[in-house]
């Protein structure tokens, strides 16, 4: 007789004590709760292997500016149709959130990563024979971008099991691994270009994505506590066959994608809805400057090795500020006011984009780096700490499943909009300053309705009437997506 199955997804959560009591049968194999993380050890090489997949998916976009006029000329293309190409790639990476949460549940994590790999190396060459813009879209932007989701998101899952008393300092090193990706890319990309051309340099980084196969190997799932392997082992042994798990992907896949896309926090969370709505539309501008930025600076006469090094300085100023921003903010004064920072440094990152209106000198443009930078890592070091303040974590990994699905319709037009304006106006300055109005205008949104927000629960407390409920911040019951944070989101 088959084992009862939970009827929620809280008794699939459920531990089961070494006395026996129970645990949902459900319980995905590298679910934290049936694993003892060891803060170390093998811990170690799990993060510097997740170090390594930030720096070669989330930042790889940025990359793609090194080619961009040589992908107008290949093609014949304006600027909007070739702006298409990173913005497919990114809003790929985001929107299959909800599908690679899937993948995880019943292949583990180091077997989507491998996936994720292979998938985003076999589109990225794929993409040096292409010969047209829509094979691009297709190869470089699609079938790469969901290569890099399913390769990054299980990186930082399995991550978040090796360490639980450590994790706040596991995931603030983790997200050093955007920064670096964002200073070598560039001058990698740079280099191949010089040497190869642009069909020779997307062949040679789709061999180079191929080592996201080599990191996902090492990200060995977590010894189960013996109480677990005894219990479960049996069963383990009767499910192994591919056969048996892709059917029963195939079956639960509707329900597992149910839950992995929160709705129903969406319509009853107040704070969850003002917050996505906000960086859905801070998403807007947030990214299309570091896809300019090269392209702007050429155009005026620059040296590309100059202009890719300032996308290289830009790293290299997140790799020296995450760190101590997260020390910083760990501090229990900051506790009930990250949003009004995340807001207040988003307003500095919106209007830094107008210093690129002065002119497009080195000097200029550098000072624009080191302001965007800056503000940069504090937005990408508090995002996901905002959502967890507004969250339940029993709710996380969904929230930030709709999330992504959200923000990738503004990562996706985002772009082309703004290849669009220059069509019409052939002049770059447009877009900078269109991206500083979007992006500052979206901060005053989130800043003002929070405060909205808690003068009317400071006022309900007063009154005596019943506020909306606390969340719990346990990290027991919590699902396996553990965030940190990228170029194009901006952690």
């Known amino acids: 007789m088959a084992p009862k199955q939970p009827s929620s997804i809280e008794e699939q959560c459920e531990p089961e004590s070494e006395e026996g009591e129970k645990t949902g049968p459900g319980l995905p194999s590298e679910h934290p709760l049936a694993y003892d993380a060891p803060d170390g050890g093998w811990g170690w090489v799990v993060l510097l292997a997740t170090i390594v997949v ?41 929107v299959g959130g909800p599908l690679c949460s899937v993948l995880v549940e019943r292949f583990g994590c180091r077997a ?9 190396g076999v589109g990225m060459a794929a993409s040096s024979f292409s010969n047209s813009m829509v094979e691009l879209y297709i190869t470089t932007g699609i079938i790469t971008g969901l290569g890099f989701c399913f390769s990054f998101q299980p990186a930082v899952t399995i991550l978040g099991h090796y360490f639980v008393r450590r994790r706040p300092f596991a995931n603030a090193m983790s997200s050093t691994g955007t920064a670096l990706g964002l200073c070598a890319l560039p001058f990698l990309g740079d280099y191949l270009h010089h ?18 196969c080599v990191c996902g190997a090492v990200m060995r799932p977590l010894r189960p506590r013996k109480s677990e392997a005894m219990r479960n082992g049996p069963r383990a042994i009767s499910e192994t066959g591919l056969k048996v798990r892709v ?18 926090l969406f319509s009853s969370n107040l704070r969850f809805r003002v917050f996505s709505l906000g960086i859905t539309w801070m998403m807007l501008g947030f990214v299309v400057p570091l896809i300019y930025l090269v392209p702007y600076a050429t155009i005026n006469k ?10 290289s300085i830009m790293g290299f100023v997140n790799i020296f500020v995450r760190p101590p921003i997260g020390v910083l903010f760990s501090l229990p004064w900051f506790k009930g006011r990250h949003i009004y920072v995340f807001s207040a440094a988003l307003v500095i990152n919106g209007l830094s984009n107008s210093i690129c209106c002065i002119g497009a000198s080195f000097q200029v443009l550098l000072a624009y780096v080191l302001v965007y930078g800056i503000s940069m890592s504090v937005v990408g070091s508090l995002m996901f700490t905002v959502m967890m303040d507004i969250v339940e974590m029993s709710r996380f990994p969904s929230a930030l499943g709709l999330l992504s699905i959200m923000e990738s319709v503004t990562l996706l037009i985002g772009p082309p909009l703004a290849g669009k304006l220059i069509d019409r106006t052939q ?4 877009v900078f300053l269109a991206c500083s109005v979007s992006v500052t205008l979206s901060a005053l949104f989130l800043m003002i309705s929070f405060y909205w927000l808690d003068r009317r ?35």
């Open 247 to 264: 059917l029963a992907m195939i079956r639960s896949f509707p329900s597992s994608l149910r839950r992995n896309m929160a709705f129903d």
């Open 457 to 491: 629960d400071a006022a309900q407390k007063d009154n005596g009437s019943p506020a909306e409920p606390a969340v719990t911040l346990s990290t027991e019951g919590q699902y396996s997506i553990v965030p940190t944070g990228g170029v194009n989101s901006p952690s």
């Open 195 to 212: 040497e190869l051309g642009w069909r020779g340099s997307f062949l040679v980084l789709g061999a180079v994505l191929f080592n996201c």
């Open 112 to 120: 989507t990563v491998i996936f994720g790999g292979v998938l985003s």
């Open 302 to 311: 620059m040296d590309q090795s100059r202009a890719a090094l300032l996308l």
């Open 427 to 430: 002049v770059f300055t447009y």
């Open 54 to 94: 930030l720096a070669l998916t989330l930042a790889f976009p940025s990359c793609i500016s090194i080619f961009y006029l040589d992908l107008q000329v290949a093609f014949n293309a304006t600027n909007s149709e070739t702006s298409w190409v990173p913005s497919i790639m990114t809003s790929a990476l985001h």
